[in-house]
């Protein structure tokens, strides 16, 4: 059976704009060198910290199913866009991310092939990875207040 998330965000102010999900809120806003007021994340910057903790789950996930123990766990992700956007080898214009590169930093006394296994059954376990690397289908509307 499937489960439906559900987020709303409202746009506040200027670059300021409140997402909120289940009871939580978190402040979106752009950084002052796009015009914005730094007060939060921006929504691409999110997207990313959105992966690194489904990475994180995924892989305590992988490791408790293979037995294999994890004393401490890191991901650092990089996201690479392109101001104005990009063209794909389609030659169709895109403007999110071009590519994204993530490295997982694993503190444990397990060999790496052990590792290995657990990264790879992470990856498959991810849904947000998932997100990350297959198109998936998205609906649109809007109406007028």
Known sequence: MSKVFKVQATWLSGTQVE????????LLDKPKEENGTDLG????????QALGGCLIFAYLYAANRLE????????????????GGWKDEDNAKRT?????RFE?????????????K??????????????????IEVTDSFFIL
Do not use: C, Q, W
Request: hydrophobic share 40%; no cysteine.
């Open 68 to 83: 294999v123990a994890i004393d401490g766990l890191k991901v650092n992700i990089e996201g690479e866009m392109v101001p």
């Open 41 to 48: 994340p921006k929504p691409s910057e999110v997207a990313l």
């Open 19 to 26: 997402s909120e999900s289940r009871e939580f809120k978190m």
């Open 104 to 116: 997982v930093e694993v503190k444990t006394d397990h060999s790496r092939e052990e590792i290995e």
């Open 118 to 135: 657990v990264h790879n059954l992470a990856l498959k376990a991810s849904p947000m990875y998932d997100n990350f690397i297959n198109p």
């Open 96 to 100: 999110g991310f071009k590519n994204v």
